[in-house]
C-alpha cells in the first residue's frame, strides 16, 4: 500500500513554471511560499530569474537540494519530460495540474498518461492528478493548491479529510470551511494515487474527523472497500456525493475523469454495508460533512431530538419534517414539561417541539432554565433550535449565543444544532463563535432535517452487526452458460435450499413410469439451459391432477417450445410436485464487475417487474444483514401477517439468504448470475422452498 505521508506534508518542494502572470503558476507558487516549508520552495522556470522576488532557476538540477516534491505547473507535452527528470534526481512526488490526457478520449491523451504512469512506476515516484488542482494541507500549513492559498488564521488540529474528483467541487469545500477542512486533494485522473488510496490515508490520519468525498468512479475496490472498512471501525463518519447515476451522468463522469461510473444501486448497497451517509446535492454534501467535522466525534447517545422555534409556523413544519425523516421527538417528561411552564408565556404550550415565542428571548436566565430542563430530560440526546444568525444580530440571537457559551463552559451542554427557516446572509463571526463550541449551523429547512436523519443513521449504525468484507474479485469471463434448471436446483439444493420433490423424463413412457410412485398433483416444466424465460415459450403447466394429464401436457410443452425456439436443446421434462401457498419471493445473485457478487431479495413471482421491489447488499451477508434487507422492502409487510394473514417464516428466508450468499463469495469467480423465483415462503415454522432456480456460469 502507497504511503502518502510525504505526499501531503512533504519538506521541500519545487514549482516548475512558477510565474508572476495571473494564472496556476502564480497561484501555487504563492500558496507555496506561504506554506511552513517556505524556506525550502524554489521556484523553476527556464526564461525567468526572479519571480515574485525570489531567486528562479532554470532546471530541477540546479537546485540546492533534492526535494520531495516537484509541482509542474507546464502543458500536456512537457509533462512527461520534466517527471522523468524529477525520477532521476531521486524527487519521489508529483503534482500534475495540466489536462490532455486520458480525460480527453483522444489516443495521444491516453498514451501520455501510460507513460507518465509507466515514468511514476519505475521511479517509485507519486502523482497527483493529472487534470486537478492539487493538494492542500492545513494540519502542516502547506498548500500545493493551483489558486490562492486558503489558509485559515490557526492550523487546522482535526477536521475534513476532502477528495473530490471535481477540482471545483474539492475547492468550494476548501474555500467555504477554511477552519474545519484538514485536507483537501483535487485526484482528476487518478494516474497513479487513485481517490480511494487518499480515503485510506484519511481514515487512518488521526487528523481527519470525517471524510467527505466526490466521487464520479472507483477504480480499485478492493482500496475502496479497506477504507471503508477502516472509517467504520474506527467510527469515522464517510460522507459521499456519487455522481454518473443517470445514464448521461455516468457518460459525462466518464469524459471528465476517465474513470467507470458503475451501476449506481450496486455501489449504494456497498456504502450502506459500511455506514456511508450518501448525500444527493451538493448542498446536502457540504453541510453533511460540516456538521460531523463541529461535532468532532461528540454525537448524540441516542435519536431523541428536543426542539424549540420562535413561531408556531416553524414548530409545525418541524414537526412534519421530523415525521417525514423518521425523526423521533419524544414527548417531555413531566419534571421538564413543568420547569418549562414555568419560564415560558401562560399561552405557550410546554410540548415537543416547542413555541416558547420570541419575545422572553429578551430574559438570559428563562432561556437558560427552558434549555437546561429540555437537556437534562432523559428522553432527549440532541437539541435543535431554529436560529438563523443574520447578518444584524437581534436580541434572540445574542441570547442564545450567551447562554450556550454558559451551558458550554458548565460542561451541560448536549450536541445542538441550529436549523435556520430561511436563505440569509449569516454573521460568520457568530456561526463561528457556536462552531467553536461543537454548535453547527445546518442547511435550510427541509435539507436540516435529511442532514439529521444522516446524524441519525450513522449514531444507529453499528459496524460489529457487519459483514466488513467483500466476496472478491469476480471473472471477467464474457462467456457465460445456464445450468438447466434441474441442475441448478441440484447444485442450490448441495447447500441447504429446499426445493421441491422432482424428476426428469425425456420420453413420455419415462415419465409415465416415474409418475406411478409420484403424489399428483404435480407441474410440468421443460428442461432446457437455452430457454431461460419458460413460461414465455409455453414451457410451464401447472396442477396437473393425473398421468393422462401429464401425458398430454407433455406434448403440448414439447411442441410449443420447438416452435419457440427451433435450435433450442430440449432435455425433456422436469416434473415436480405443487408446493403449497406461501408468499412469493425473488432471491437472485448478480456479480458486479468491480464488486463481486451481488445479492438480490424482493417480491417474487410474477411481480418482479410490476413492482421492482427489491433489496441489494453485497455478498457474504449474514442474518442480522439478511433481516434488514427483508424488512427494507415494502412488500414485507405481507411476511408479517398483513390484514389477518398467518404469520410467515421470515428467518427461514433470511438464513436462505444467507446460504445463497455465501454460496455465491465462495464461488465468485464461477457463479455468474442466481435466480430463485419464486421462493414461497411458508407460514411461520414451516419454512421456505425455492420453486424454481437458474444458475448461469462463466464459461
Known amino acids: 500500500m502507497k504511503d502518502l505521508g510525504l505526499l501531503f506534508a512533504p519538506r521541500s518542494v519545487a514549482v516548475v513554471g512558477a510565474s508572476d502572470k495571473p494564472g496556476m503558476g502564480r497561484g501555487v507558487s504563492e500558496g507555496a511560499l506561504q506554506s511552513s516549508i517556505a524556506d525550502h520552495v524554489y521556484l523553476v522556470n527556464i526564461k525567468r530569474d526572479i519571480v515574485l522576488g525570489r531567486k528562479c532557476y532554470h532546471a530541477l538540477s540546479e537546485l540546492p537540494e533534492a526535494v520531495d516534491t516537484v509541482v509542474l505547473c507546464v502543458n500536456s507535452g512537457l509533462v512527461n519530460d520534466y517527471l522523468e527528470e524529477a525520477g532521476r534526481l531521486g524527487i519521489k512526488n508529483a503534482v500534475v495540474y495540466a489536462s490532455g490526457f486520458s480525460e480527453e478520449g483522444s489516443e495521444e491523451g491516453r498514451r501520455l498518461e501510460r507513460e507518465m504512469h509507466d515514468i511514476c512506476e519505475r521511479h517509485n515516484m507519486l502523482l497527483v492528478g493529472p487534470n486537478c488542482v492539487g493538494l492542500y494541507n492545513k494540519v502542516d500549513r502547506i498548500s500545493l493548491y493551483a489558486t490562492e492559498p486558503l489558509f485559515p488564521e490557526k492550523n487546522v488540529q482535526r477536521g475534513i479529510g476532502a477528495v473530490a474528483h471535481s477540482g471545483y467541487i474539492n475547492s468550494n469545500l476548501m474555500r467555504t470551511m477554511p477552519d474545519i477542512c484538514a485536507y483537501g486533494v483535487s485526484v482528476g485522473n487518478a494516474a497513479v494515487c487513485s481517490l480511494e488510496e487518499y480515503m485510506l490515508y484519511y481514515a487512518e490520519n488521526e487528523h481527519v474527523n470525517c471524510i467527505a468525498a466526490y466521487v464520479e468512479g472507483i477504480k480499485d475496490a478492493a482500496v475502496f472497500e479497506q477504507a471503508l472498512r477502516a472509517a467504520a471501525e474506527r467510527r469515522k463518519p464517510v460522507v459521499i456525493m456519487k455522481s454518473g447515476r443517470s445514464k448521461k451522468g455516468s457518460a459525462a463522469a466518464a469524459s ?91 399561552f405557550s404550550t410546554a410540548r415537543n417541539p416547542l413555541d416558547p415565542t420570541t419575545e422572553m428571548f429578551s430574559e438570559h436566565d428563562k432561556v437558560k432554565t427552558m434549555f437546561e430542563a429540555i437537556f437534562n430530560d432523559s428522553g432527549i440526546d440532541m437539541f435543535v433550535l431554529g436560529l438563523e444568525l443574520p447578518a444584524q444580530l437581534a436580541m434572540k440571537d445574542r441570547t442564545c449565543i ?71 474479485a469476480p471473472c ?58 419458460k413460461t414465455e415459450a409455453g414451457g410451464v403447466k401447472l396442477g396437473i391432477g393425473s398421468i393422462e394429464e401429464a401425458e398430454s401436457a407433455f406434448d403440448g410443452i414439447m411442441a410449443s417450445c420447438r416452435a419457440f425456439s427451433p435450435d433450442a436443446r430440449l432435455d425433456g421434462i422436469l416434473v415436480q410436485e405443487m408446493l403449497p401457498e406461501g408468499v412469493e419471493m425473488i432471491v437472485g445473485v448478480k456479480n458486479d464487475r468491480q464488486y463481486g457478487p451481488m445479492l438480490l431479495c424482493g417480491m417474487g413471482g410474477i411481480f418482479v417487474e410490476v413492482f421492482r421491489d427489491a433489496a441489494l447488499a453485497p455478498c457474504p451477508v449474514n442474518m442480522f444483514e439478511a433481516r434488514e434487507m427483508v424488512n427494507s422492502l415494502k412488500s414485507s409487510k405481507l411476511l408479517y401477517g398483513y390484514r389477518g394473514s398467518a404469520e410467515c417464516d421470515v428467518d427461514a428466508l433470511c438464513e436462505l439468504l444467507v446460504k445463497v450468499s455465501e454460496y455465491a463469495a465462495e464461488n465468485s469467480s464461477e457463479i455468474c448470475e442466481i435466480d430463485l423465483n419464486p421462493v414461497r415462503v411458508f407460514p411461520k415454522g414451516r419454512g421456505v422452498a425455492a420453486a424454481d432456480a437458474l444458475i448461469v456460469k462463466y464459461a
Do not use: W
Open 476 to 533: 471477467v469471463s464474457e462467456q457465460t452458460t445456464a445450468l438447466s434448471e434441474s441442475d441448478s436446483k441440484a447444485e442450490i439444493s448441495a447447500r441447504g435450499v429446499r426445493v421441491p420433490g422432482q424428476f426428469k423424463a425425456s420420453t413420455k413412457a419415462e415419465l409415465r413410469e416415474k409418475l406411478s410412485s409420484f403424489s399428483f398433483p404435480v407441474v410440468l416444466k421443460i428442461d432446457s439451459p437455452d430457454i431461460l424465460h
Open 402 to 472: 450567551s447562554v450556550f457559551k454558559e451551558l458550554h463552559a458548565e460542561g451541560k451542554l448536549i450536541p445542538t444544532f441550529l436549523v435556520p427557516s430561511f436563505e440569509k446572509t449569516r454573521d460568520a463571526a457568530a456561526v463561528k463563535e457556536l462552531q467553536d463550541i461543537g454548535i453547527p449551523m445546518l442547511s435550510v429547512g427541509e435539507l436540516a432535517y435529511k442532514i439529521l436523519a444522516n446524524l441519525t443513521a450513522f449514531i444507529s449504525y453499528d459496524h460489529s452487526n457487519h459483514t466488513l468484507s467483500l466476496a472478491g
Open 256 to 346: 471528465h475523469t476517465g474513470n467507470l461510473a458503475g451501476d449506481y444501486a450496486t455501489f449504494e448497497a456497498l456504502l450502506r454495508r459500511y455506514g456511508v451517509i450518501v448525500t444527493d446535492s451538493l448542498e446536502e454534501f457540504n453541510s453533511t460533512a460540516r456538521m460531523f467535522a463541529v461535532l468532532d466525534g461528540k454525537y448524540p447517545s441516542g435519536v431523541g431530538i428536543g426542539a424549540v422555534n420562535f413561531s408556531g409556523g416553524e414548530n409545525t413544519i418541524c414537526a412534519d419534517m421530523c415525521e417525514r425523516f423518521g425523526l423521533e421527538l419524544p414527548t417531555y417528561e413531566e419534571a421538564t414539561r413543568e420547569t418549562v411552564k414555568s419560564v415560558i408565556p401562560a
